[in-house]
């Protein structure tokens, strides 16, 4: 990662609170029934795979701030889809649509490469970056 974190060159942490962030909120939504030790596993389970993801996709890209940017958008759709799909059973006429996994399958995949590709044709300032893992945090 950035060896010195300035405000030129902003932490690229966003993917690992991104990361952590279901974990902990399972976690604080159960904190009566399950002890602190069962916390751990999960947390650094997600934590390795979106280093793991970062550190391959950098690999690929040559550059830690699009890898950050597309581990980050990855790792947000995948964290979401359940609970997207949750809220959108509630909406009366979407019941009626066949096969629901589906659709929204796709609409997930189409958000993943728009995603993806407005990533590779922009860098973003440093004032994004801080940002992002401002939000994240």
Same mark, same amino acid.
């Given at each position: ?16 609170? #991104? ?109 994004? #970056? ?8």
């Amino acid at each position: 990662m950035n060896p010195k974190p300035s405000l030129k060159n902003p932490p690229l942490l966003v993917p690992l609170l #991104l990361a952590i962030y279901p974990a902990l909120a399972l976690f604080q939504w159960n904190i009566r029934e399950v002890s602190l030790q069962v916390l751990w596993r999960p947390l650094f389970l997600s934590l390795g795979c979106a280093l793991l993801l970062m550190v391959l996709i950098k690999w690929i890209t040559k550059e830690w701030v699009k890898a950050t940017l597309y581990t980050s958008l990855f790792i947000l759709l995948f964290v979401s889809y359940g609970q997207v799909h949750h809220a959108l059973e509630d909406v009366p006429f979407l019941e009626k649509i066949p096969a629901s996994y589906g659709w929204l399958g796709l609409i997930y995949t189409a958000l993943l490469t728009g995603g993806a590709l407005l990533i590779s044709r922009k860098k973003p300032s440093s004032r994004t #970056l801080w940002a992002m893992n401002a939000a994240a945090g």
